[in-house]
């Protein structure tokens, strides 16, 4: 019965629009047109600015890692590396202001260096420097000169530092 209803609905407005189409003037279709662009064009503008923060986060990540030119990256490892950074971020040792400039060693945590190499506790230590060799092979700068790397190179290098010093001191 509600499809019925609404065929009839539809129908109608059709109908209508088609009339109104067929007896108007081309002036006054084409002001029409152009107010309901403006309008719609207003519309899209006010929902991206609200919601464009949570709508573009991960994607507008990925097409730009993926536009980057850092050879060899899959898109689960940009995934990875935009939680990674995502983390880092909430916990204040990776936010905008550190960007661009030459830091001092930070205070990473032994939990926090074994996520950051994306390893679980207890691996032997040629699995940590295996690992920590392969990022840096990705992400360290004289390979990728296009882009600003240093600092997640220096993150690395911590990590494995702090992970070495830590457990198999």
Sequence with gaps: MSLLFWGIII???????????ARASSKKIATTIKKIVV????????????????????????????GLKIKGFTALQMYQ??????????????????????????????DEAYKLLGLKKGVSKEEVLKTAKRLQQKIHPDMNRDIKTERLSQLVNEATDKIIKTDFS
């Design 11 to 21: 129908f109608v407005i059709i109908y209508l629009f088609l009339n109104w189409f």
């Design 39 to 66: 309008y719609f064009s207003l519309i899209l503008a006010v929902l991206f600015t609200i919601g464009g923060k949570f709508i573009f986060s991960l994607p507008m990540w990925l097409i730009l890692l993926s």
């Design 81 to 110: 590396l935009w939680r990674l950074i995502q983390f880092m971020k909430n916990s204040g040792r990776f936010s905008q202001g550190q960007f661009g400039k030459s830091q001092g060693s930070s205070s990473i945590s032994t």
